[in-house]
T-cell receptor
Framework: DAGITQSPRHKVTETGTPVTLRCHQT?????MYWYRQDPGHGLRLIHY???????DKGEVSDGYSVSRSKTEDFLLTLESATSSQTSVYFC?????????FGPGTRLTVL | GENVEQHPSTLSVQEGDSAVIKCTYS??????FPWYKQELGKRPQLIID?????GEKKDQRIAVTLNKTAKHFSLHITETQPEDSAVYFC???????????FGAGTTVTVRA
């Protein structure tokens, strides 16, 4: 599993509240990614990081921000959660070309 | 950016038969094409990948073929077994790009 953990694994929150999801890796990988997975859409990239404090937007970045202050941690923040952000969120790291995924976080926004 | 389309969205096969999933990509610069398998409630995991310098790659019962001219690639599963039931995703990436673009996924059901 490339030493990737995500927390929390499940979260239910209300519209308008801030939410932060954490991805932690123990292998010192440079690249980290946040995806969301929704039926019929596959895996869509939200944000990615290519080093400490180096991040960039993916295809569905609106409403999300990220931070990476340490190599091992990549945080995804929903500043004001909306029902359209109900999804399963996967973090990933990259070794050579292969991406390894974390176990996922199921987020429900009521 | 890269756009990957995947067909079919669902596939039901009899145990022992073959399954084929097809993907097309838009960016001619893409040269890395992985396939991921995701079992119910689990994380996606890489099962096979191919680079643009080869046309076919096999690993036991699974194989991937690539047609660069037509910009499409396919996953072939032979002698399907119940444990092959899962969602399969194709993806594409240009050389030295950090990012993968994924297809929408194919739900494969193997009937006993």
């Amino acid at each position: 599993d490339a030493g990737i953990t995500q927390s929390p694994r499940h979260k239910v929150t209300e519209t308008g509240t801030p939410v932060t999801l954490r991805c932690h890796q123990t292998e010192n990988h440079r690249y980290m990614y946040w995806y969301r997975q929704d039926p019929g859409h596959g895996l869509r990239l939200i944000h990615y990081s290519y080093g400490v404090k180096d991040t960039d937007k993916g295809e569905v970045s609106d409403g999300y921000s990220v931070s990476r202050s340490k190599t091992e941690d990549f945080l995804l923040t929903l500043e004001s959660a909306t029902s359209s952000q109900t999804s399963v969120y996967f973090c990933a790291t990259k070794i050579s070309n292969e991406q390894f995924f974390g176990p996922g976080t199921r987020l429900t926004v009521l | 950016g890269e756009n990957v389309e995947q067909h079919p969205s669902t596939l039901s096969v009899q145990e022992g038969d073959s399954a084929v999933i097809k993907c097309t990509y838009s960016d001619s610069a893409s040269n890395y094409f992985p396939w991921y398998k995701q079992e119910l409630g689990k994380r996606p995991q890489l099962i096979i990948d191919i680079r643009s310098n080869v046309g076919e790659k096999k690993d036991q019962r699974i194989a991937v073929t690539l047609n660069k001219t037509a910009k499409h690639f396919s996953l072939h599963i032979t002698e399907t077994q119940p444990e092959d039931s899962a969602v399969y995703f194709c993806a594409a990436s240009p050389f030295n790009d950090y990012k993968l673009s994924f297809g929408a996924g194919t739900t494969v059901t193997v009937r006993a």
